[in-house]
């Protein structure tokens, strides 16, 4: 018996001592915002806002490139879009799918995130936005930015008299 009545849970959990059974209670999950675009259940814009939270991306930079590295599991080169927009901004977007639900299916866990990300990323001055190069391989999006060379500047020695 349980000092924890499941209903204060919403009935969603399994068993109280079972860490991987935990799902996180949101008191506001079906509660309606109110007011234009808003207007969905707080539960989709929860689940998009984690799709975008989730998009995990690495910037690297070395002597002559950005490198920027984003896991995308499952997700084809179709389906992702790599854009510099003016003001040098890198912006990478695309959209993940929820799987069809069929009428006899019974889901135990959902957890993989489903719906539209998108990131932005400005770029610095020195970065070559005309060569920006986007490749896809075992769900990893890799984007290279080239670097423009930096000029040492011309540096003339003075001979010292006296």
Do not use: C, Y
């Not at 639900?101 to 990323?121: A, C, I, P, Q, T």
Request: glycine share 6%; no cysteine; net charge neutral.
């Amino acid at each position: 018996m349980s000092l924890i009545p499941s209903s204060f849970f919403g009935g969603r959990r399994g068993n109280i001592f079972d860490p991987f059974s935990l799902d996180v209670w949101d008191p506001f999950q079906d509660f309606p915002i109110t007011g234009g675009a808003l207007s969905a259940p707080r539960s989709e814009l929860a689940s998009d806002t984690a799709s975008v939270a989730n998009t995990r991306i690495d910037w690297k930079e070395t002597p002559e490139v950005h490198v920027f590295k984003a896991d995308l599991p499952g997700l084809k080169k179709e389906e992702v879009k790599v854009e510099v927009e003016e003001g040098r901004v890198l912006q990478i977007s695309g959209q993940r799918n929820k799987e069809k639900e069929e009428k006899n299916d019974r889901w135990h866990r959902v957890e993989r995130s489903s719906g539209r990300f998108l990131r932005r990323f400005r770029l610095p001055e020195n970065a070559k936005v005309d060569q920006v190069k986007a490749a896809m391989e075992n769900g990893v999006l890799t984007v290279t930015v080239p670097k423009e060379e930096v000029k040492k500047p011309d540096v003339k020695a003075i001979d010292i008299s006296g």
